[in-house]
């Protein structure tokens, strides 16, 4: 790692030289005393090119800062305490302001806002704010203990927030369990899951993926699409992306567990009905997070959602009817990856 380098040139008054003039702002890792303990922190100054002096180094008062809280996340970090930035991502889960978060655990009003800039928390205190994240029915009876700290329309507010989340932490843990259940003969690497054990993160990242880059997504293309994706990461680097294992099905490759894994939550079921049919469309539920995938990953889910984005699902079922994975096993069987490797070339 670079230890010390160039953010961006700035031009204004040096302190230094006392005139206006370009000056690095720069980043160096260092180290600081908080609490008593040596951390080391990213430390962000100014330097004046121009000056000889030993002294041509600064850092603007309110620089200083952001600079201490870097150093008291250090401090946090090595301690297993939530840093200010992860005190604000769990009030962000269930919408909450500094003080409805303070209100609800029956802190003092500004404790949360303190916590978020300057005060590093003891770890009672962290500990509190960790199962009000990490169980969302302790958050409910929290809010509730404390519902005298809120106006009535307030409490509503939150309080549908928090059972919002109750209810689909609930409902993606009776998922799992199910799509478990499903994969419990599939627990060990091997031909049949691509010598990867199913990796839930993975799969509904990739899912999220596909349903924001294909448009028209239905569930018999969803499950196309993930196997191709799992193929071709599978002949690229000797193991498949999710871990999904493939029976050989009238409408091609069919992942075991496929009518339970549309219900992870990156996506959004619409149920529509085409002709007389129900048809389920696959749309996206969150926001994508580029760094859930390496760049291999993507260049492979980039491949995929390329070749087939415009085919219907019966024009991709029948490309697939083509493919040597599928003509050489028998209807239900498992589909092994080793016979992927002759996959036709996409383009
Ligand atoms: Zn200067």
């Known amino acids: 790692m670079n230890k010390d380098y160039l953010i961006e040139k700035i031009e204004m008054d040096c302190p230094i030289c006392n005139k206006v003039h370009s000056l690095e702002m720069r980043k160096r890792l260092t180290q600081g005393l908080v609490k008593g303990e040596v951390v080391d922190y ?4 100014y330097l004046c090119p121009l000056s000889n002096e030993e002294e041509n180094k600064f850092v603007p008062a309110g620089l200083m800062d952001e600079n201490l809280l ?15 930035k992860e005190i604000a991502k769990i009030r962000d889960f269930y919408g909450l302001a500094q003080s409805d ?18 005060t590093i928390q003891d770890e009672t205190y962290n500990n509190i704010m960790r199962m009000a994240y990490e169980n969302s029915m302790f958050a409910l009876e929290s809010l509730d203990k404390h519902k005298d700290r809120f ?25 799992k369990q199910e799509i478990n259940s499903l994969y419990v003969n ?63 099905m009238p409408y091609g490759a069919l992942p075991i567990a496929y009518d339970e894994i549309i219900y992870l939550p990156t996506v959004k079921v619409i149920e529509e009905i085409i002709y007389e049919d129900i048809s389920y469309k696959i749309v996206p539920n969150k926001e994508i997070n580029v760094s859930d995938f390496s760049l291999e990953e993507l260049s492979i889910l980039e491949t995929v959602a390329t070749a087939f984005k415009d085919y219907r699902s019966k024009e991709i079922v029948d490309y697939m009817h ?15 990856f080793n016979l992927a490797k002759e996959l036709k070339e996409l383009r």
Do not use: C
Not at 106 to 111: A, C, K, M, P
Not at 161 to 167: A, G, L, P, Q, S
């Open 42 to 45: 990213e430390e962000v100054y």
């Open 151 to 175: 106006t009535s329309e307030k409490y509503k507010r939150i309080r549908k927030n928090i059972t919002d989340k109750v209810e689909e932490l609930g409902k993606l843990y009776l998922k």
């Open 322 to 336: 083509e493919e040597k994975a599928y003509l050489e096993t028998e209807a239900y069987q498992i589909i092994p």
């Open 101 to 118: 978060f303070s209100a609800m655990l029956g802190w003092g009003d500004v404790t949360v806002t303190r916590y978020e800039s300057k």
């Open 186 to 248: 599939y627990q060990e690497e091997s031909e049949y899951n691509g010598y990867k054990q199913l990796d839930f993160k993975k799969l509904a990242s990739v899912i999220g993926y596909f349903s924001h880059f294909v448009n028209n997504l239905y569930k018999v293309k969803l499950m196309k699409l993930l196997w191709y994706a799992d193929v071709l990461h599978f002949r690229r680097h000797g193991r498949s992306m999710t871990g999904l294992v493939y029976k050989h």
């Open 70 to 84: 870097r150093a008291r996340d250090a401090y946090r970090s090595k301690k297993g305490l939530f840093t200010s």
